[in-house]
């Protein structure tokens, strides 16, 4: 599936009690068939009141707190296959509500914002971390810096610019950011520029997948760190300016403090994977339209 370009294979592990492995991602990723962003893997739900669990996985084979993006791929595999409209799910970070609407878009309720620096983590303490002390380029014309850190359950900086985001070479300080001392867990790194009141252009590099198409946490992040440095206000439209997809994420950051996304989702192709090894073959015929790869 894909979420606004963000590759996402949903992996439904229900009934079983092994996990995808590092390696099996690895082995996907290494496969232009199967290249990927991040799996979700669905799980039995392990907590009353929950119907799954969710293990991320990044391209890299590490793991991930949180996917916004895979998430409404979750939601809509999982409306496909029961009909159901709304659903509630457990994370490493914790319990996120999801909702398809009639226009098809997928709302989900991605918890609340950490600004505490050794939460986010920062390996350095700031009393305020909507403005931290990091830049990269030369030390007297640096090329980004100042970056707004928080996590939205997994660590983001936001580094606001005042041109397209596209005209700045983050395939080579992507890496660099991600893997700062400063973020002892690494981070997503992601530039803002803020284009109105109630709209941000975005673009990030991904901890653990690098370049991406789109990144929804990181829009949320964004968002929430937009609104809290008083650049906009609680409700914006994300352009994900590297997204082929020309549709716009919409964050809300509700007065009772939970950071609300809401975009689309589309099914691409299915097949049958060993989640140990990744060995995959695709579905001829999209017979499981909605319910993504499943293990064998
Ligand atoms: N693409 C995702 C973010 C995935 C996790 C991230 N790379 C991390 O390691 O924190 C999204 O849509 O949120």
């Keep these: 599936m894909n979420g606004l370009g963000n590759k996402i294979l949903v992996v439904d592990m229900r009934g079983r009690t092994d996990t995808v492995t590092p390696q099996a991602a690895i082995a996907l ?7 990927f962003d991040q799996i979700m893997a669905i ?3 392990k907590a009353e009141g929950t119907d799954a669990w969710i293990d991320i996985l990044n391209s890299d ?3 991930a707190q949180a996917c916004g993006n895979g998430t409404r791929c979750v939601v809509q595999a999982l409306a496909a296959e029961t009909g159901r409209k709304a659903f509630t799910f457990q994370t490493v970070a914790g319990i996120l509500n999801a909702a398809e609407h009639e226009d098809g878009s997928i709302s989900v309720d991605m918890g609340k914002p950490v600004f505490a620096w050794n939460r986010i983590p920062l390996s350095e303490e700031f009393f305020d971390t909507s403005r931290i002390e990091l830049q990269i380029g030369p030390i007297d014309a640096p090329v980004l810096h100042s970056p707004s850190a928080m996590s939205m359950g997994n660590p983001h900086a936001i580094f606001w610019v005042d041109k397209d985001p596209m005209a700045f070479d983050l395939e080579r300080f992507g890496p660099l950011l991600e893997n700062h001392p400063m973020f002892p867990e690494k981070a997503n790194i992601t530039l803002a520029q803020v284009t109105s009141k109630g709209s941000l252009r975005t673009r990030t590099w991904e901890r653990g997948a690098g370049l991406t198409l789109a990144c929804g946490s990181a829009a949320c992040a964004a968002a929430v760190s937009a609104a809290r440095t008083g650049r906009t206000g609680r409700r914006v439209e994300i352009d994900v300016a590297s997204s082929s997809i020309r549709q716009p994420l919409v964050i809300e950051w509700r007065d009772d403090d939970h ?3 809401t975009g689309p989702a589309e099914w691409e ?3 049958k994977v060993d989640p140990a090894t990744g060995c995959f073959n695709r579905d001829l015929e999209p017979e499981n339209h909605g319910q993504g790869a499943q293990a064998n």
Aim: aromatic fraction near 6%; hydrophobic fraction near 30%; avoid cysteine.
């Design 29 to 35: 990723n290494a496969d232009p068939a199967t290249q």
């Design 61 to 63: 084979g590490s793991k």
């Design 259 to 261: 950071v609300i996304m």
């Design 43 to 45: 799980h039995d739900p």
């Design 269 to 271: 192709w299915s097949g």
